[in-house]
């Protein structure tokens, strides 16, 4: 079984990551969901920590370690609470992974070492109005003009960390006769003439991470912030969405673990019909149907961490990691409302936030219905 071969350092990093979110984050995870508030303090901490650079190189700031480190903090931190997760995510699979593959050493100086250290923060700006699954499909454009800088116009959507960035990669198209192969990627700072963004979107769940559309009027960034080739932003995209999908299959992890653990302690608590409800074969059968899909899961996500360790192709496995630990996600956490009876449906027993964060994990990085794409065509492309 595969969680057997964690080393030391794997489980001095969950020890690390539990405590983090026991002590930092959970204090103010209820009160965060209903104001709809930045952890701005656990992010700060996040990055001292180590945790927003995982991957990256310590040549570049970062913590130098496996991808199978990052699921372990990405599973305790987000069983707690998965806005701070998706947050972590981002900065490390979307943006950093970016920046460090495709980055000159000039762009990892100046944006991948203070993301990897935390004194950024990183979005990744793919999603449009109309272009969501359909990601080719790219209406913001990026103009070059004669002094080399590029032009940006059009409107980004769903953007995580939207209002709290400082560095967007943002894909536009170059060349529009060229379709998705006219796609190209840019680093956009904060601040920037022209580069606005919209509210922050009121959300069922993950409410305390902030989410919101971007706009880009005449926005020019320098050539020198162009990330990779001109017209390989696409698949740029992709390869780092490959990653993302990790990321977000152990933050889905995160969440069954944490509504499981929620529904076996109160099962263990309340008393109905003369004994504790954890004698009841109803609640048991509950029990062992959500650690048993949770096990699963789990190992689902360790296999697509290790083999992208390995530097295998890991498409396939990394997108069966996140449409079943997605899918898992949301079942054990609608089980465990069901454990809790009436309890469960009030915010002070904390396990409804559990059922509506995890939605969103069957929807970003590839809805389920994409994962099911990939999946199908990896399979075709192994069978040829
Ligand atoms: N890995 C590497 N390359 C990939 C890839 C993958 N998983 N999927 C596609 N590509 C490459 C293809 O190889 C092809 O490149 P070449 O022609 O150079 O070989 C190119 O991308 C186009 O691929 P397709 O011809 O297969 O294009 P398609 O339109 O038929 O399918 C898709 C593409 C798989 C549906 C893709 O659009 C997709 O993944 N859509 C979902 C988008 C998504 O996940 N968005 C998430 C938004 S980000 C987010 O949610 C972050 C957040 O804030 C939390």
Redesign the pocket.
Known sequence: MMQLDLTETHEMIRDTAREFAQNEVAPTAIERDIKGEFPADAVKKLGELGFLGMMVSPEWGGAGLDAVSYVIAMEEVSKVDASVG?IMS?NNS?VCWALETYGTDDQKERFLRPLATGEKLGA?C??EPEA?????QQRTTATLNEDGSWSLNGTKN???NGTSADVYLVYAQTDKEKG??GISCFIVEKGMPGFTHGVKEDKLGIRSSDTCSLQFQDVRVPAENMLGPEGRG??LA??T??G?RIG?AAQALGIAQGAYEAALAYSKERKAFGKPISDLQAIQFKLADMATKISAARALVYRAASQKDKHERF?KEAAMAKLFASKTAVEVALEAVQVHGGYGYVREYKVERYLRDAKITEI???TSE?QH??IA?ELMRENA
């Open positions: 998706v981002v979307l990744y793919l999603s969501g699954s359909d990601a080719t769903w953007i995580t998705y192969k696409f698949n992709m390869e969405l490959n993302g977000i498409v970003y990085e590839g994409i794409i990939v065509r």
